[in-house]
């Protein structure tokens, strides 16, 4: 079984910072992608940010500049740095991770969610 736990969210005003973490445990033998996603109310889920085992990152354009993933692949851990935060940040935050297992197959895992609101 594979665990993926976030935390770091809260409530904060328009143009503070939060830093979210989530942690794998488990039955893991390595993880490629790591990722961030979310959903805001009345939204369709939507890319935040993704970092690859080696550490390429890609963002969605309306994070772009203000957020930054990170990872620490001894701790089994990604982080997202969010600075600037706006209203419309508002959303559930999802953690992702494309782990091999111990029977050397590929799974895709999801964290439980985290709220973020901002506040205006």
């Known amino acids: 079984q594979v665990q993926l736990m976030e935390s770091g969210g809260g409530l904060v005003q328009a143009g503070g910072s939060l830093r979210l973490s989530c942690a794998a445990s488990?039955?893991?033998?390595?993880?490629?992608?790591m990722g961030w996603y979310r959903r805001a109310a009345g939204k369709q889920r939507e890319l935040v940010a993704l970092?690859?085992?080696?550490?390429?990152?890609n963002y969605g354009d309306s994070v772009k500049g203000r957020f930054t993933i990170s990872r620490d692949n001894a701790k089994k851990t990604v982080y997202l740095q969010m600075n600037s935060l706006k209203p419309e940040d508002t959303a559930v935050y999802y953690c992702?991770?494309?782990?091999?297992?111990?029977?050397?197959?590929?799974?895709?895992?999801w964290g439980q969610g985290t709220q973020v609101t901002v506040s205006s």
């Open positions: 992702n991770a494309d782990v091999i297992t111990r029977v050397l197959r590929s799974f895709t895992y």
């Open positions: 488990g039955s893991i033998v390595s993880i490629n992608d």
């Open positions: 970092i690859t085992s080696g550490g390429s990152t």
